[in-house]
């Protein structure tokens, strides 16, 4: 009862105008409930930034735009989902391992592995300043994952709920 009525006060001073909420607003919704992805800052950055539910990530190369597509560090990308990080030099393949999943990345193949299954990228996986670079968006929906691009502000909003701009 106290969440209902906190949401129609919000709601309530929303419409009147007495707080500003920076555009656009996000919620996810999490098993009937809204989930917030509070305090994020909408000022356009030079570099893109990638938040996993409310978790500003941090690499040491920035990702890049390719194609239309932000390829990001594998390492970073693969330890904060989750996946063991395993490389084959011979091959120059990435391949992230979890519980129930195993993708691999090969470099400069439009083709990535799920779970045994060949999958076609737009982007390949390529090397940029010395680090294995992967495609966000496939990496993350491959893993059941939902992605929101904001543009004006360079930032990438991933998380497992669905994904809602207000």
Do not use: C, H
Request: proline fraction near 4%; hydrophobic fraction near 45%.
């Amino acid at each position: 009862m106290f969440k209902k009525n906190l949401v129609f006060i919000v709601s309530v001073v929303l419409l009147v105008g007495l707080i500003a909420v920076p555009a656009p607003y996000i919620a996810a919704q999490e098993a009937g409930e809204t989930k917030l992805f509070e305090n994020l800052d909408y000022q356009k950055y030079p570099e893109i930034r990638v938040n996993i539910d409310g978790q500003q990530l941090l690499f040491d190369t920035n990702p890049q735009i390719v194609n239309g597509r932000t390829l990001v560090p594998m390492g970073t990308i693969f330890s904060t989902l989750g996946l063991t990080i395993n490389w084959d030099e011979t091959t120059r393949t990435a391949t992230g391992i979890s519980d129930d999943m195993t993708i691999s990345f090969t470099i400069g193949s439009d083709q990535a592995l799920v779970n045994g299954q060949a999958q076609t990228l737009e982007v390949p996986a390529a090397i940029i300043n010395e680090r294995t670079m992967i495609p966000l968006r496939f990496l993350s929906e491959a893993l059941g994952y939902k992605v929101v691009w904001v543009g004006d502000s360079n930032l990438i909003l991933i998380s497992r709920f669905d994904i809602e701009e207000w």
